[in-house]
């Protein structure tokens, strides 16, 4: 069973989309994270949820907006993408919020054209 | 000012040679966890070890050991005896109260047989 899983793997789409990402994760853990890595292997936090409660929210643009409808999941919404959104975007998970281990989904491959 | 330096970026080595990956941080904080993750090729990010700032013992898990030494700030780690399927990205992290896991930029470690 994979503990923490996200959809699409691969996500090829045009400028000015919308797209969502999922993410889920099966560990009972009780915070979720969003992880963006850039072209140079840059791995940056965005958004932390604890318990469907957003704790961090780096500067991000507003397009992304992060939903937790429960604490298993958590997902990210782009609006009106951008050829710089293309990166890798890794969803995570910890059984708390401090100081915590996260375990990694494999990643989806967001490519802007 | 929080950060993680991993000076570098690329190494190459021969099947069967020990290779160590430096990895230097900077935090005021008394309370801190040190991480590796390693990035295959397959993309994904698989936990290695955590270390927190108030346990100095060097550790040991097969080929893979830890040194951490808080006077030079340093979590270095070290593969023995390494193997192609040792190749990958890894990635040295630090964990602050914050919650944020600040990420190194990574040194890509090349194997050949």
């Known amino acids: 069973d994979t503990a923490v899983s996200q959809t699409p793997k691969y996500l090829v789409t045009q400028m000015g989309n919308d797209k969502s990402i999922k993410c889920e994760q099966n560990?009972?853990?009780?915070?979720m994270y969003w992880y963006k890595q850039d072209s140079k292997k840059f791995l940056k936090i965005m958004f932390s949820?604890?318990?469907?409660?957003?704790?961090i929210n780096e500067t991000v643009p507003n397009r992304f907006s992060p939903k937790s409808p429960d604490k298993a999941h958590l997902n990210l919404h782009i609006n009106s993408l951008e050829l710089g959104d293309s990166a890798v975007y890794f969803c995570?998970?910890?059984?708390?919020?401090?100081?915590?281990?996260?375990?990694f989904g494999s990643g989806t491959q967001l490519s802007v054209l | 000012a929080q950060k993680v330096t991993q000076a570098q970026t690329e190494i190459s080595v021969v099947e069967k040679e020990d290779v160590t990956l430096d990895c230097v941080y900077e935090?005021?904080?008394?309370?801190?966890?040190l991480f590796w993750y390693k990035q295959p090729p397959s993309g994904e990010l698989v936990f290695l070890i955590r270390?927190?700032?108030?346990?100095?013992q060097n550790e040991i898990s097969g080929r893979y050991s830890w040194n951490f030494q808080k006077s030079t700030s340093s979590f270095n780690f070290t593969i023995t005896a390494s193997q192609v399927v040792d190749s990958a990205v890894y990635f040295c992290?630090?964990?602050?109260?914050?919650?944020?896991?600040?990420f190194g930029t990574g040194t890509r470690l090349q194997v050949f047989p």
């Open positions: 995570a998970s910890s059984r708390t919020v401090k100081y915590e281990k996260l375990f």
């Open positions: 560990l009972g853990h009780d915070t």
């Open positions: 949820y604890n318990n469907k409660e957003l704790i």
């Open positions: 935090t005021r904080d008394t309370t801190y966890y």
């Open positions: 270390r927190n700032s108030f346990d100095e």
């Open positions: 992290a630090l964990l602050l109260n914050t919650d944020k896991l600040i």
